[in-house]
């Protein structure tokens, strides 16, 4: 293949970079800050060895103009929250005493302050701070961040490019603040931020930008012809303004839909745009509106969010196709690379053949290198990096990790049959009823108990060797005995047995079903300091063994009454992962329903005659565009009754999920065909109830009557309060009373406390009936 030279030369660019240093440098230096052990000035001087380390990095790499002002000490939206003066009115004094403190406080809050809500960055696992807006919101401009950070990079001798969040997906992102009327909308402030920005502008002009990225993600999500109004506008009055840097408009996550010709037609001097195999359909969109001319177009052909090596082949086939439909093509990951590791060069337990099908924030930048040299000299010009390129694609297509026959044999003869239960609800619901024999408004939890510091150090020595298997099990064993003799004592009717042995409920799944792969140093933020290492479904998926039966079982002999079995599902096992991209996800969901599937069997086979599989990641991986909804939501509950479908009709399946809010998945959460749903819902006193009454949902349902978000034990008569209204919407018959969510984050006497008041309202409320 040949691509004929581009008119300039493509410059390689990223929009931003992980923040936190190849050893994690950043979370030690703020979480020394917070515990009083480091300086203000020592935090400040890491983190700008950690900007200068990055900028080296990409320049050496060859990338000619580097993100700056992407840098954070917590998140990027509660910078933007700081530039533009929209400080919630708690926080002020703070802010103002010590802006450093005060910046903590918004993100964490102290004994005093509440913090700013904090919830997820489109569908990535990345947590941001919600801006909060009302009608009396005064912005102003504080630049000091964005301009210092530029200046560092100029410093250097480097073009830096300032990333700055958008004013439309700023507003969209925002929330009524506290006290204000639910109905407002942050969008109607645009004419009082625009100013704020301008002066941002013209400050980072003056100090050497000559071009400045905004972003707007918001822009790939559905949005209202209102809505795109106000973008048209925001980039009329932008691009007109006379002082200012030339203005890069970047989206990403997904196709700029209807958005797509609101900004091709503003004023402004480029756009980014998405071109990964998930906005494809950007490449059409933008010859139908005729390109840019007179435009610059970044082109992310390089996946941002994902950790695998790029088709450089087809890469180069897309920027030849962009080609001519601007006026300059410049090559660019999806996204920032802030949702990937930094680094898959220092991972040394991963086959080194495996490790060449890997791309962290390092290996992403030489790809988007070598992509913008062949796009400008052609591909002659890299010749070694496409044969190599080519090699590791090969092997990763035939290798036996990525094609076991076995497994797809099996996926290949699934049919309808497999993913349906042998008889419908009603007639299951019967059976159910005879085989467990519990009392109206069943009590239970969600699966986890307080993980002690005891249990995380039994395992770290386990890790170390110095504490052996037997000597591990035995300490799990105990802690089970423990949980379930308070559970018979507390009076709870199904029990659980407490997942002390696990790390993270996905973690404990992918370390033993064949085909993930673990990473020592494939650390990601997710929020604050809180960084997570997600595993690599690299592989077509099987299960060697049991992975929780032994438990489950043990736990069981212990008590007559029922142990609930605790599996994640395989919708939540592909969220919090880094997927395989050379399948439908669908069909890797598949690969994983089957495996967990033989865990359910086997966990009827030892006599658990409640199971129940959590999938507290079925909304989160909604796409962002309803028009896909429908086609995620088909493979996904499919994938849930594959899991579960293998039982007896008298064998109970419970999920679970943990959010208020979910009206758009109802009819989702109808088709998974559990026979039990617990939800969260103390907070939001039962909402889920009603909506899943207003559903007509016909299934049983235990909306949480105990908030574990916070240390606070519910009172009996305030959980009896919470049962009674969710009465009204469903049938005693029908409810069940159980916590919000897992307790491995609670404390001992807390829970014992609540769990305690939780039995006594469900006996108060049953007297009641
Ligand atoms: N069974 C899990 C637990 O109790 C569920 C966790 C979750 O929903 N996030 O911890
Ligand atoms: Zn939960």
Redesign the pocket.
């Known amino acids: 293949m040949t691509t004929k030279p581009a008119v300039a030369a493509a410059r390689a660019t990223v929009y931003g970079y992980p923040r936190q240093g190849q050893n994690r440098e950043l979370k030690k230096a703020i979480e020394g800050y917070w515990k009083g052990r480091a300086t203000a000035d020592a935090l400040r001087s890491t983190a700008a060895h950690l900007r200068a380390a990055n900028w080296r990095q990409l320049a050496e790499a060859g990338i000619d103009e580097v993100p700056s002002g992407d840098f954070s000490y917590y998140d990027h939206v509660l910078d933007t929250t700081v530039m533009v003066g929209a400080i919630p009115a708690r926080h002020r004094d703070a802010v103002a005493a010590d802006p450093l403190d005060g910046y903590f406080a918004m993100a964490r809050g102290t004994q005093d302050v509440a913090p700013l809500e904090m919830t997820k960055w489109f569908d990535t696992n990345y947590h941001y701070l919600v801006p909060e807006l009302g009608p009396d919101t005064v912005f102003s401009a504080d630049s000091s961040k964005q301009v210092a950070e530029l200046k560092e990079a100029v410093a250097l001798g480097l073009a830096g490019r300032p990333v700055l969040v958008g004013p439309v997906t700023y507003l969209l992102l925002a929330k009524p603040a506290p006290g204000v009327a639910a109905g407002f909308e942050p969008l109607t402030l645009l004419d009082r931020l625009l100013p704020v920005y301008a002066d941002v502008l013209a400050d980072l002009r003056a100090a050497g930008a000559e071009w400045v990225q905004l972003d707007e993600p918001a822009l790939v999500q559905d949005r209202s012809p209102a809505e795109l109004n106000v973008a048209a506008r925001a980039y009329r009055d932008l691009g007109a303004l006379t002082d200012r840097p030339k203005l890069l408009v970047a989206s990403y996550f997904d196709r700029l839909g209807e958005a797509l010709p609101v900004l091709a037609k503003a004023p402004v001097d480029g756009l980014a745009l998405d071109f990964t195999e998930a906005a494809a359909a950007n490449l059409d969109a933008l010859a139908a509106v005729g390109g840019l001319p007179g435009k610059r177009l970044v082109a992310g052909v390089v996946d941002g969010r994902n950790i695998w090596v790029n088709d450089l082949e087809k890469s180069l086939s897309t920027l030849g196709t962009l080609l001519g439909l601007a006026d300059r093509l410049d090559v660019s990951a999806s996204c920032s690379l802030l949702h990937v590791p930094l680094d898959a060069a220092v991972e040394r337990d991963i086959d080194p053949q495996i490790l060449r099908w890997l791309a962290f924030a390092r290996q992403k930048t030489a790809e988007i290198v070598t992509l913008a040299k062949g796009l400008t000299h052609g591909t002659g010009a890299i010749t070694a990096e496409l044969t190599a390129n080519r090699a590791d694609l090969a092997s990763r297509a035939h290798s036996p990790i990525t094609r076991d026959p076995a497994v797809r044999a099996r996926t290949a003869a699934v049919t309808e049959v497999h993913a349906g239960r042998s008889q419908p609800y009603a007639a299951r619901a019967t059976a159910q009823r005879a085989h467990l024999g519990l009392p109206p408004l069943p009590t239970t ?4 108990f307080p993980q002690t510091d005891e249990l995380r150090t039994a395992r770290a020595a386990l890790r170390a060797g110095r504490l052996d298997a037997a000597g591990y099990e035995e300490r799990v064993r105990a802690e089970i005995r423990e949980v379930i003799s308070f559970q018979e004592n507390a009076g709870l009717d199904v029990l ?1 047995h407490g ?1 002390a042995e ?1 790390n993270d ?1 996905v973690q404990y799944f992918a370390e033993q079903l064949t085909g993930f792969l673990a990473t020592q140093h494939g650390w990601v933020q997710s929020y604050g300091t809180r960084y997570v290492r997600p595993p690599v479904l690299a592989g077509d998926i099987s299960r060697p063994e049991p992975m929780t039966v032994r438990w489950t079982a043990y736990a069981q002999s212990l008590t007559p009454r029922p142990v609930k079995g ?1 599996l ?1 599902g395989p919708v939540t096992m592909l969220a919090w992962s880094f997927v395989r991209d050379d399948q439908p996800l669908g069909e890797t969901a598949r690969q994983v329903a089957l495996a967990l599937r033989d865990e359910v069997d086997d966990l009827e086979e030892a006599g658990t005659s409640v199971i ?1 599989v ?1 999938e ?1 990641a079925l909304r989160e991986t909604l796409p962002l565009r309803a028009a896909d909804h429908a086609a995620y939501l088909a493979w996904a509950t499919k994938a849930f009754r594959l899991t579960t479908s293998g039982v007896r009709p008298d064998t109970q399946i419970h999920t ?3 959010y208020a809010e979910f009206g758009d998945i109802v009819q989702a959460i109808d088709d998974l065909d559990a026979d039990v749903i617990s939800l969260e819902a103390a907070r939001s006193h039962m909402q889920v109830a009603r909506e899943l009454a207003a559903h007509g949902y016909p299934r049983e349902a235990g909306p949480g009557v105990y908030d574990i978000h916070s240390p606070r034990v519910p009172s009996a008569e305030e959980a009896a309060e919470l049962l009674r209204t969710g009465l009204k919407a469903i049938p005693a018959e029908r409810l069940w009373v159980n916590p919000d ?4 984050t609670r404390g001992w006497p807390e829970t014992r406390a609540s769990l305690e008041n939780l039995v006594a309202a469900a006996r108060t409320v049953r007297g009641e009936l």
């Open positions: 939890t969600i699966g986890s659980v997942e696990r409920m605790m994640t129940q959590d507290p679970h999920m943990c969510c897992g307790l491995k």
